[in-house]
Structure formats: structure tokens, C-alpha cells
């Protein structure tokens, strides 16, 4: 058990509803990481934030956004979903978003578009 | 672009041998870390081993060592005294300094025989 939580484990939803998957992460760390795991694309960098802010941005479509909240749980929200954004979303948390810092992660959140 | 390259889609070993998982990355960058992760079939990721690029030394981590040869960008995983558990997809990582966020390789699926 890597200290990260995430909810929902499971979930399925038609073509263009919209989802927020939830994420709490460790005890004392400060930074939080989504990202996504596809069979064609692999694993994937979303998108990281620090304390509250936004630090860094990789594939993430516009359709996707996310925030970290004060309490530093974060949520990622999936509009208009697709058929490919069918894919099992983590997240991951470290102590200060440092470069070379181990990632902890969640055990993820299946999400499949009917 | 970052890639990180694993040759081997799939591996097999008999239990309590030894295996080695290749693993290639393209950085120009000189302060960078690397990772080893593990997902089981339960699909949580899991730190096995990480490796400082400024260090010469090897990392170990009980059963788990790496090969770390920087001039040639290659930074491999050998696994002695193979177990039953050890069975999963094994993925290759790294963060370059100024960013955060983990590239990972393809995987690379290791079966353990009994």
C-alpha cells in the first residue's frame, strides 16, 4: 500500500458524459501527478501540481483538467469523453515535486467510455 | 524527444535464476534519475529501484540491482534468485532535471516459471 488513494476503482460512462476521478494523496506529500495508462499510448504524463498550483503540463487534452485542492487531494475531470479515452488513470504523489523524487503511486482508476 | 526504450516486450525465467531487463534512454541532459517500476496484475505501479545519474555506483536493493552504464544510456534491471511474485510488466523510467514528470519505457512483461 503506497499511502495513495483514488477513487472511484471502476468506472463506465457513455460517450460524452463527464467524470471526476478523485485522488488523496500520502500523508505530508505535496505534489501530485496524474497519469494516464493506454495500450497504444503506454503511460503517460498528464499533468502536476504543487501545493495547490499547477507546476507542470504534458499530453493533456483540453478537454481534461484538474486541481489540487486546498486539503491537497486532487480531482482530474474527463469531458466529452471518447471512446479512447478508455484507460486506467493514476495518480501519484511525492514529498516537494522535485525532479528525481519517487513517485508513490495509487492503484488507479479504471475508466472505460461505452 | 525523451524516449526510453525496452527491447524486450517479453521475458522468461525459471524460479531462482537470474534475468536482466534491458532498458535505453536518450537524454542530453546531465543531472537525470532513473527508475524501475513494477506492475503486478493487480496493475498498481510499484518503485523497485532508482538511480541517481550523477552517482558511478550501482543501485541495489536486495534482490534487485541495476547495471547503470552512462555513456552508452543504458540502465539495466537484473533480478537474481527469481520468485513467483516477481511475475509482471516491468517498466523503465527517468525524469530529467527542471522536470518532474516520469517518461516511461513500453514495459517489458516478465514470466516467472516454476
Known amino acids: 500500500d503506497s499511502g495513495v488513494t483514488q477513487t472511484p476503482k471502476h468506472l463506465i460512462t457513455a460517450t460524452g458524459q463527464r467524470v471526476t476521478l478523485r485522488c488523496s494523496p500520502r500523508s505530508g506529500d505535496l505534489s501530485v501527478y496524474w497519469y494516464q495508462q493506454s495500450l497504444d499510448q503506454g503511460l503517460q504524463f498528464l499533468i502536476q501540481y504543487y501545493n495547490g498550483e499547477e507546476r507542470a503540463k504534458g499530453n493533456i487534452l483540453e478537454r481534461f483538467s484538474a486541481q489540487q485542492f486546498p486539503d491537497l487531494h486532487s480531482e482530474l475531470n474527463l469531458s466529452s469523453l471518447e471512446l479512447g479515452d478508455s484507460a486506467l488513470y493514476f495518480c501519484?504523489?511525492?514529498?516537494?515535486?522535485?525532479?528525481?523524487?519517487?513517485?508513490?503511486f495509487g492503484p488507479g482508476t479504471r475508466l472505460l467510455v461505452l | 524527444a525523451q524516449t526510453v526504450t525496452q527491447s524486450q516486450p517479453e521475458m522468461s525465467v525459471q524460479e531462482a535464476e537470474t534475468v536482466t531487463l534491458s532498458c535505453t534512454y536518450d537524454?542530453?541532459?546531465?543531472?537525470?534519475?532513473l527508475f524501475w517500476y513494477k506492475q503486478p496484475p493487480s496493475r498498481q505501479m510499484i518503485l523497485v529501484i532508482r538511480?541517481?545519474?550523477?552517482?558511478?555506483q550501482n543501485a541495489t536493493e536486495n534482490r534487485f540491482s541495476v547495471n547503470f552504464q552512462k555513456a552508452a544510456k543504458s540502465f539495466s534491471l537484473k533480478i537474481s534468485d527469481s520468485q513467483l511474485g516477481d511475475a509482471a510488466m516491468y517498466f523503465c523510467a527517468y525524469t530529467q532535471g527542471g522536470s518532474e514528470k516520469l517518461v516511461f519505457g513500453k514495459g517489458t512483461k516478465l514470466t516467472v516459471n516454476p
Open positions: 537524454t542530453s541532459e546531465s543531472d537525470y534519475y
Open positions: 538511480q541517481e545519474a550523477y552517482k558511478q
Open positions: 501519484a504523489s511525492s514529498p516537494e515535486g522535485l525532479a528525481g523524487e519517487t513517485q508513490y
